[in-house]
Every structure is written in C-alpha cells, then in structure tokens.
C-alpha cells in the first residue's frame, strides 16, 4: 500500500476561485476543529489573495486570520501560497521585505510554503528559498504549469532541478489553468520522481473536468500529495472534491485513509455557509472547457468577467478570449498565473475595447516586457517590444529583478509610525501602503470603541487598553461573533475590554486608492466634435475648437502619478505629443494618458479620485497652441 496524501485547499485557493477570496472568520471557526481532525496533510489556509482581500473587502487582519486558525487547528500543518520575489502581493519587493515576511509567516502559524514564480524564473525564488530553509519551514517548489511552443517536459524538469538545488523539499506541479490531460501528468509525474526524486505535490483546477483523472494518473506514476476542496467549495474553477477522491480511491493502493463520514459532516457545514451567504457553486460551462483551447484559467476567467461587466462589455467575451492567446504569443508565452494572467488578460481586455491593439499599454506590462518581472519563457514580437520600450533598453539577464528594489524594512517602519505595533505592522504596510494604512487607522489601540463588520455585527467597548494586545481582543470579537455568547469581559491589570453582541455596526472605513505608479505612455482618445458636457460643474458654452479628451473605459481619473504630488497638467499648461496628462486606473492596472497633439489644456472636467464611465470627458483642451 502507498496511500495518497491530501491538501484541503478549502480555505484559500478554494473560496478564492468560487467565492473571490471573501469568507471571513467567522466564517472558518466553527468548523476549524473538525478540519483539524481529518489527517490532511496540510491546510491551505493563507497566502495569494487572501492577504490584501482580507484588508480591502473584509476589514480583517491577515495575520491576526492565520494566529487564529493556527490555534483552532494543532494537528495538522499549515500552508501558504508565496509569489516568489511578490510574496502575496503583484509586484517584486526588497529582498530586505522578502526575508522579514517569510520569517514572520513562519513565526504566526505557517509550516509548509507552496513557493512560485509566474515565469518559472529561478532568480524570483531565491531569496525566499534561502529565508524558508534558515527558519526551518517545509519549501515546496512548484512549477507553474502551462502549454507553448517553450514549455517542454525537458524544460520541467530543468527548473525541477533548480528547484531542488535551492533545497525543496517537495516539488509541487502547479496546473492553474486545467491544462493537465491524464497522460501529460503521469508522463511529468513519472519523470519528475525518477529523474528528480523529490515528493511530488500535485494541484490541479477542476475546469476543463480532467482534474480527477489527472489525480489517478498521478498516483499511479507516484505521486505523493494531491489537492481537494470540501465540495461545496469544489468543481469549477476550483480543486476536485475530496469526497469524491476520497471515495474513488477506497480499497485501492492509494486509499487515503480519511474518514468520508466526517468528510461528509463537514461538507455539511460548508454548504450551509454557502447557502446562507448565497455563494454559487463551482460548474464548468463550456467556456470552461474551452481552457484547452483559449488557455485561460478559471480564476482568471472570474476576473475577465467581472472588468467587462464593469465596463457594460460582458458581450466581447469572446473576443477577449481569442485576444488572450494572440496575446501571450507576442510577449513570449508567459503561464497565466498571477500576476502575469492580470497582465496578459488586462492588455487584451484593453487592445479588444479601444479597438486599437497596443495603443494603451499599463505599466506593469511594459516592466513585464522590460524584464522588471523575470525572463521570459520564450522570444518576444520584436515589434511589439519596439513600440512598447521605445529608447529604452530590456534589463541585462545578468540583473536580478528582484535586487533593484531596494526599499528597507526600516524605512517602511518610518513611513508608518505610530500606527504600526508590531513588526507584521510594519510588513503589511510595506505590502499594502494605502490598504493596510487605512486599516491601522480604524484599529488604533486604545480606541474608546471600535465597531466590528465579521459575521453578525459586534459592538466592541475597550476601556484603557493600553496594555493590552490587540491580537487577543480581535481574539475575542471572534469568539462572540462565532457562539452564544452575548457579551464578554475580560480584565487584565490596569486594562478592561468589554465585547458585547448587538447594536448598529458602522461600515468599514474606506479603503484609500492604490497609489498609481508612473505608466507606460497611451494615446487619449479624442473626439472630433465638442461632445455633451458630463461635468454637472460646468455649464458655459465653449469655443468649437476644443477638443475633449475621453476615458476610453471605465476606471478612476487620478490628476498626478502619486498621492500628494503636484497634479500631471492644469489649466492654462502646454502640453506636447505625447506627454502625459493623467492615470486612469481600470481593471486594477494605471494607465497613463497622454496628449495625441500638441495643444493647451482649457479645462479640467473631473475632480481627482472620482470614477469616470467610458467617454467620460476629462479633459478639454485647444489644440495647435
């Protein structure tokens, strides 16, 4: 007998794929016991989105999250998704940052971290490999996984190697996309543990509806570890269901050995969740199916979604889609997994709305095309680089991207103050300024009273908390949020906090705009005509030659690159060709967007930091000035 072992992946990668990463605490508690006792062999409970969704969507602490898990769940090992060099956010931070976070990250609850780069570039990986093995945690290294012209079993296998040689413990295939078929895997698999050695973890996305087979083929070739989620989190665009692996696995030489009964008990719990917080389940349409053709992931997919609705485009879907592929080809067939599936996926959103392929290109693709990201996996459309980079020269393969940045622990902890109280403080700030900023602000220790949103509302009294940790009275709000109790005292020195159910909860405090990076150049749309004046603030005739300049979809006008500083134009400013004029921030990218002409800006027709529908006028300006 070899049995398989099992991730539940229930509490990150699950509710992040179906349920865009929104359960909260309260949510997970009642149920961490039962989880606890199943004989998992890991949790996945922490890392990729859930870090910056829960101080955006859910006024929670991310590390207050995994304190509290870890507590309710002794038995088993908890794991984390890590970026590499992007830790849990979309972008490379110092190296400085990188060790602090993963020692950090080990220190509040998290054994095994799950580590990748979405270009399978060992230079992304290093320094966090280096950090995981100095404080002792399980480094599984994983491949992302993908189908090109580049990506080859060879290929695999040498990253495999490098992997290996950085210390992993486990190497993990990461097939984000659903892309596996049955063979492909036993054929990856099976090399990998003749040729490389180490266990073998495999994650597979439901989507295209291979997972299951994936998974048997897996363990025939010898696989040691496979991903499941609870079913009511299961299918979709998330992982196969446990119950049903679990089930189709009995009295076989892979039988895991859990306990369906109490799978089953739990899956109960999940779907009453689901139900009462009327979430959808995972079903794969033939959208889904078509991975195998548009290759585009199902988290991905969720995302492309949701900007075309925003931007009232839901019916150039399929366009986007045969955008995507078209694409990726010309940057070099990057694997769509965050961040590069935000990158790829925004830019063809944006070259299928404005109707002009590579005429607004956000920031984060020109660094991707520069090698600000990492090496890509295969050669670029010359053209494309040209026209992007302009003067500009690509980063040396000899530059590690990740040593350009260069930002200090100490510095962050200046910028943040008094506000922050711990080091996990400070890191969540460098991460998440604006987010974790906003954050802080409301939690302040010592506060006279704090109103909680998690769950049923709670109203929470502190009363010279000065000595009191934070930590323990977030503890507390749990607690009452996720019992009978009605009210909870407890008193420690000098320091009384008091947690009592009922009353009017305020809502969160609103999150400040992400603060916009300077962005790669992008054309302004310019209508011909005067169009109709949609700034209610102004109501003078103006002079027919004025041309406006429109928001070529819909996002947030920002009148400067960065918050504080002096705005790109006003009134009565020249502007050349070319030079830009403000950031529209859409589909959670900046883009810049710059004069088509010369020509006088006459006026400014949006107030900053206000949402702006597609054609919305910005700008009016008199050209040939």
């Known amino acids: 007998m070899r049995p398989i072992h099992i991730t539940d992946t229930t509490l990150r990668d699950a509710h992040q794929s179906l349920w865009a990463t929104r359960m909260q605490m309260a949510d997970m508690l009642p149920i961490l016991p039962k989880m606890d006792s199943v004989g998992y062999w890991s949790l996945e409970v922490w890392g990729g989105a859930t870090f910056d969704a829960a101080l955006r969507f859910l006024d929670e602490n991310p590390w207050d999250r995994l304190r509290i898990i870890k507590r309710h769940t002794p038995k088993t090992p908890l794991q984390m998704l890590l970026r590499g060099q992007n830790l849990v956010g979309y972008r490379h931070y110092s190296d400085d940052i990188v060790r602090r976070f993963v020692h950090a990250s080990k220190r509040n609850g998290i054994d095994v971290f799950r580590v990748f780069d979405a270009l399978n570039d060992r230079r992304n990986l290093e320094v966090s490999a280096e950090a995981i093995k100095e404080c002792g945690g399980?480094?599984?290294?994983?491949?992302?996984?993908?189908?090109?012209?580049?990506?080859?079993?060879?290929?695999?296998?040498?990253?495999?190697?490098?992997?290996?040689?950085?210390?992993?413990?486990?190497?993990?295939?990461?097939?984000?996309?659903?892309?596996?078929?049955?063979?492909?895997?036993?054929?990856?698999?099976?090399?990998?543990?003749?040729?490389?050695?180490?266990?073998?973890?495999?994650?597979?996305?439901?989507?295209?509806?291979?997972?299951?087979?994936?998974?048997?083929?897996?363990?025939?070739?010898?696989?040691?570890?496979?991903?499941?989620?609870?079913?009511?989190?299961?299918?979709?665009?998330?992982?196969?269901?446990?119950?049903?692996?679990v089930a189709a696995l009995k009295e076989s030489p892979y039988d895991s050995g859990l306990d369906i009964d109490l799978l089953f008990e739990i899956a109960e719990y999940w779907e009453a969740v689901r139900e009462r917080k009327k979430l959808k389940r995972g079903v794969t349409s033939l959208m889904h199916m078509e991975v195998f053709s548009h290759q585009v992931p199902g988290g991905m997919l969720s995302n492309l979604a949701s900007q075309l609705e925003l931007q009232k485009a839901t019916d150039r879907m399929p366009d986007v889609l045969k955008e995507i592929p078209r694409v990726r080809a010309e940057v070099g067939y990057p694997p769509l997994v965050t961040p590069m599936s935000q990158i790829v996926g925004t830019q063809s959103v944006i070259n299928v709305l404005t109707g002009k392929r590579w005429a607004v290109i956000p920031q984060e693709m020109k660094d991707y095309i520069k090698?600000?990201?990492?090496?890509?996996?295969?050669?670029?459309?010359?053209?494309?680089?040209?026209?992007?980079?302009?003067?500009?020269?690509?980063?040396?393969?000899?530059?590690?991207?990740?040593?350009?940045?260069?930002?200090?622990?100490?510095?962050?902890?200046?910028?943040?103050?008094?506000?922050?109280?711990?080091?996990?403080?400070?890191?969540?700030?460098?991460?998440?300024?604006?987010?974790?900023?906003?954050?802080?602000?409301?939690?302040?220790?010592?506060?006279?009273?704090?109103?909680?949103?998690?769950?049923?509302?709670?109203?929470?009294?502190?009363?010279?908390?000065?000595?009191m940790d934070m930590n323990q009275i977030h503890e507390l709000i749990k607690l009452v949020e996720t019992s009978?109790?009605?009210?909870?005292?407890?008193?420690?020195?000098?320091?009384?906090?008091?947690?009592?159910?009922?009353?009017?909860?305020?809502?969160?405090?609103?999150?400040?705009?992400?603060a916009a990076p300077a962005a790669a150049a992008s054309p302004m749309p310019?209508?011909?005509?005067?169009?109709?004046?949609?700034?209610?603030?102004?109501?003078?005739?103006?002079?027919?030659?004025?041309?406006?300049?429109?928001?070529?979809?819909?996002?947030?006008?920002?009148?400067?690159?960065?918050?504080?500083?002096?705005?790109?134009?006003?009134?009565?400013?020249?502007?050349?060709?070319?030079?830009?004029?403000?950031?529209?921030?859409?589909?959670?990218?900046?883009?810049?967007?710059?004069?088509?002409?010369?020509?006088?800006?006459?006026?400014?027709?949006?107030?900053?930091?206000k949402p702006v529908e597609y054609g919305t006028v910005l700008f009016y300006y008199e050209p040939g000035v």
């Not at 090698?371 to 980079?389: C, F, N, Q, T, W």
């Not at 009353?503 to 992400?514: N, T």
């Not at 209508?527 to 102004?538: F, I, K, L, R, T």
Request: hydrophobic letters at 40%; charged letters at 20%; one cysteine or more.
């Open 371 to 467: 090698g600000s990201y990492g090496k890509a996996p295969g050669p670029m459309d010359e053209r494309i680089v040209a026209k992007v980079l302009g003067s500009e020269s690509p980063l040396s393969p000899d530059v590690r991207p990740g040593a350009l940045v260069t930002t200090t622990y100490e510095q962050m902890a200046e910028e943040i103050g008094d506000l922050a109280h711990s080091e996990e403080d400070v890191l969540m700030y460098a991460l998440f300024p604006n987010e974790a900023r906003a954050y802080l602000q409301t939690h302040q220790e010592g506060a006279e009273k704090a109103v909680f949103m998690m769950g049923e509302e709670v109203n929470t009294v502190m009363e010279e908390t000065d000595s």
């Open 138 to 245: 399980h480094f599984e290294g994983a491949i992302s996984y993908t189908v090109s012209p580049v990506h080859t079993l060879d290929s695999y296998l040498e990253f495999a190697q490098e992997l290996k040689d950085m210390g992993a413990d486990t190497i993990c295939v990461k097939d984000m996309a659903g892309m596996l078929t049955p063979f492909r895997t036993e054929k990856l698999v099976r090399s990998l543990k003749s040729e490389i050695g180490l266990p073998v973890h495999v994650h597979c996305h439901y989507i295209g509806g291979m997972a299951p087979m994936n998974y048997l083929k897996a363990a025939e070739a010898g696989a040691d570890i496979i991903d499941t989620a609870v079913v009511a989190l299961a299918f979709g665009n998330s992982q196969p269901a446990v119950e049903m692996i």
């Open 484 to 514: 009978d109790v009605s009210e909870v005292v407890i008193e420690e020195g000098d320091s009384r906090v008091v947690v009592r159910r009922g009353g009017a909860a305020a809502a969160p405090a609103p999150v400040a705009p992400v």
């Open 526 to 609: 310019v209508s011909p005509e005067s169009p109709q004046d949609v700034d209610a603030g102004a109501g003078a005739a103006r002079p027919t030659s004025w041309k406006a300049v429109v928001a070529p979809m819909v996002g947030t006008f920002y009148r400067a690159g960065a918050p504080g500083a002096d705005p790109f134009v006003k009134v009565g400013d020249v502007v050349e060709e070319g030079q830009p004029l403000c950031i529209l921030e859409a589909m959670k990218l900046m883009n810049e967007i710059t004069a088509e002409e010369n020509g006088i800006i006459r006026e400014v027709a949006v107030e900053n930091a």
